[in-house]
């Protein structure tokens, strides 16, 4: 991919140097850009700007008119604290550049006299009113300089660059550390470029040096977008490199098993449904027996919406394996979903007369249940396909031959508890790996976060699945919103109420679950059965309300989101979600999930504080009852910060320059260009790939470290 002039063993050790070493840090400052994750003169190469301001645009003083959205830039000619008879401190300066001179004001922020000082240069952006003449109420300031630094003003014409700073480390500080720094970090970007001319060219990418330059020392507003682009890319194919090579370990260095079909046990299934199977279903099966047939080992991701048939399509699978004599295991994270799921299986293969062995293993059973179900597993002829819990992984629990793992909600499980299965067999040929999921994301996020497995979407509902209303109503119709629960309880049906908190806060005005479960069962629906579910509750606890709502003897469930991941009540019709507005789109699709399993009418009610944002995001939700448009809007409006969670925080931020709501094309040719050279040259052991190895080695370490382990 690029020369290896390099490129050895100990990396790219110029920008790994401390920060301290750099022109205008030392030891003191240093530590004060620690709050800013600047450790190395690599992290501050990679400090992201967060806006820029073009000189172009800025209008000069004496022009300004009152009424206007202006950008101005000038010195600090005097400043100073206005007290008013309200006792409203405002902190004032006069703003002076060659053609005049203007107030600016903050009114409450007295502090500032503490961050500006006479003869300093800034730059304000905001409204221009008249009181007292005219003003500028700036929402934005940028310290350009600080008084009597004259040299190191910006010469004209440029763009402005503000980078995110603290009260230790302001602008001013950042900008000089960087103007003094900047020509030698580029040449040492220069020094770490992987990627050949050629592949530059074919591609559109600028190469480092440029890249970085555009983005510390823009000519245009226009030039950090080509930077950031090339960065991105950076980003998105190392981290796909990670995933590529995890990908290669799990399925080609790990031999696979050939599965062969015969339609012993696959036709019977097929026969015996009163429903074709849909598009989306057909399709994904053809993926997974494509993969089943392959010497190499599967490792697929499957997303599907709720309801859509991943268990189905997890039986069909499970009988491929069964007719090649090996057994197949399905791990749920709770002991009612894998209830469920050994339910549906017993009666579909009991509907098809199909002679195979369904056993459930879970905590709660019994001992004597429990040593059977070990037994059938462990045992020539016995079980050939088990369902059940992590106790599937409990010492003492061995299979005859298992061939397929199987695991639902995936994420509900910890790394290790998902690979242990599959890594615990002896034989030569590893079991094939399937993970399921039911909570859709976009397709940018299931590529950026499981691209070491290849994915399969359903994303379409069978046959007769009724969409459920979806209503958005404000708090002071909560009592009309108790009627129309009410009126689905007459009829026999149940319902969920469910709250964001368990208990109510001093620090909150939320409702929550605790209190508004008494409140309800006294004053509302008082001849109603209720039960209260929240995840401080124990297992068992938790298990007993959820059985006792499925066996009819519970009316109505209020609960905190913990019932997002539940069990099919065909007869729930009902739910009331309150406070919708701190819920993401994505979350409330899923509770929403929890009604409408039947072809009996059902609604989904949200309560929310009445707010334009909120109206906005809910009654995108309120249209559409397609879970990967409802990730696909959650991603355009929360951003991609708030759906990695913590990834997205501390030291190492998973994406810092790539965006998954526009990036998508890189993040393809990312992932082909990866697993490319994975394919060719899985130990990046070619020359052409040595600083890419070197790189990957030091710059992603931790990160591949992890992969390592699952």
């Known amino acids: 991919m690029g020369s290896s002039r390099r490129a050895d063993s100990s990396g790219f050790s110029h920008l790994d140097r401390p920060v301290q070493f750099l022109k205008g840090v030392g030891p003191k400052r240093s530590e004060a850009l620690k709050k800013l994750n600047i450790g190395t003169a690599r992290d501050l190469l990679y400090h992201v700007p967060r806006r820029y301001d073009d000189a172009s645009t800025i209008q000069p003083i004496g022009s300004l008119k009152v009424g206007q959205d202006a950008t101005a830039a000038g010195r600090v000619r005097s400043m100073g604290v206005i007290p008013t008879r309200s006792g409203l401190r405002i902190f004032q300066i006069v703003l002076q550049d060659e053609t005049g001179y203007i107030t600016c004001s903050w009114p409450g922020q007295p502090w500032l006299e503490r961050k500006i000082r006479e003869g300093d240069q800034i730059l304000v952006t905001g409204p221009v009113k008249h009181f007292h003449g005219r003003q500028i109420h700036p929402r934005e300031f940028t310290l350009i300089s600080r008084a009597d630094r004259n040299d190191e003003e910006e010469p004209a014409g440029t763009v402005f660059v503000t980078y995110p700073a603290t009260e230790d480390v302001p602008q001013w500080v950042l900008r000089r550390i960087f103007r003094k720094n900047l020509d030698w970090l580029l040449e040492q970007a220069e020094e770490e470029e992987y990627l050949t001319p050629e592949l530059r060219k074919e591609a559109g990418f600028l190469d480092l040096f440029e890249a970085f330059q555009r983005l510390h020392r823009p000519g245009s507003v226009s030039d950090p977008e080509e ?32 599965f062969e079909r015969t339609n012993e046990f696959i036709r019977p299934l097929h026969q015996s449904l009163d429903f074709e199977l849909t598009e989306a279903q057909a399709r994904v099966l053809r993926e997974i027996y494509q993969d089943m047939g392959a010497p190499r080992r599967m490792n697929r991701f499957l997303q599907g919406d709720v309801g ?33 799921h050994h339910k549906t299986i017993g009666e579909l293969l009991e509907r098809a007369e199909i002679p195979i062995d369904a ?10 249940d429990k040593r059977k179900a070990i037994k059938a597993l462990a045992s020539e002829g016995g079980a050939v396909i088990g369902v059940g819990t992590h106790a599937l992984i409990q010492e003492g629990v061995t299979f005859h031959r298992l061939g397929l793992v199987i695991v639902d909600e995936q994420h509900r499980f910890g790394v290790r508890q998902r690979m242990a299965l599959a890594e615990g067999e002896a034989e030569a040929a590893r ?83 605790t209190q508004e479960y008494e409140r309800l069962q006294t004053e509302v629906f008082t001849n109603r059965k209720l039960g209260l579910l929240h995840g401080q509750l124990k297992s068992s606890e938790k298990d007993e309300v959820m059985r006792a709502f499925r066996d009819g003897a519970i009316d ?71 879970g990967f448009e409802v990730a696909r809007a959650d991603l355009q409006i929360r951003g991609q910060g708030d759906l990695f969670g913590a990834q997205q925080h501390g030291r190492d931020p998973l994406l810092r320059f790539a965006d998954l ?50």
């Open 556 to 626: 109505l469930i209020v609960s905190t989101s913990v019932v997002e991941v539940g069990i099919d009540v065909p007869n729930a019709t009902v739910m009331v979600i309150e406070h919708a507005e701190r819920f993401g789109l994505s979350q409330l699709h899923q509770l929403r999930g929890r009604v409408g399993r039947s072809d009996t009418p059902s609604i989904c009610i949200l309560v929310a504080e009445p707010g334009e944002q909120a109206r906005e995001r809910l009654t995108v939700f309120c249209r559409t009852n397609d």
């Open 661 to 710: 709501r526009t990036d998508e094309p890189l993040l393809t040719r990312a992932r082909e260009m990866a697993r490319g050279i994975v394919s060719k040259d899985p130990e990046l052991g070619d020359p052409d790939h040595a600083r890419v190895r070197a790189i990957l080695d030091t710059r992603h370490a931790e990160r591949l470290k992890m992969w390592r382990v699952g």
């Open 227 to 258: 930077g950031r682009r090339r960065l991105a890319f950076d980003e998105l194919f190392f981290l796909q490199l990670v995933q590529a090579l995890a990908r290669h370990r799990e399925t080609e260095v790990q031999p696979g098993i050939v």
């Open 431 to 513: 079991p094939d790996v399937l993970v399921m999921s039911a909570t859709p994301i976009p397709r940018s996020l299931a590529l950026t976060l499981y691209g070491d497995l290849d994915l399969s979407l359903l994303d379409e509902l069978p046959p007769g699945r009724t969409p459920v209303e979806t209503v958005l109503n404000y708090p002071r119709e909560r009592a009309q919103v108790y009627t129309r629960v009410e009126e689905e309880l007459a009829q026999g049906r149940q319902g969920y109420v469910v709250f964001p908190l368990v208990e109510e806060s001093e620090k909150s005005d939320l409702k929550a679950a």
């Open 308 to 340: 859509s048939g991943k268990t189905l399509v997890a039986l069909f699978s499970m009988l491929l394996a069964a007719e090649s004599g090996y057994q197949s295991v399905l791990m749920a994270p709770t002991e009612l979903l894998a209830e469920q």
């Open 359 to 368: 056993v459930l293993l879970t905590g709660g059973r019994g001992a004597a």
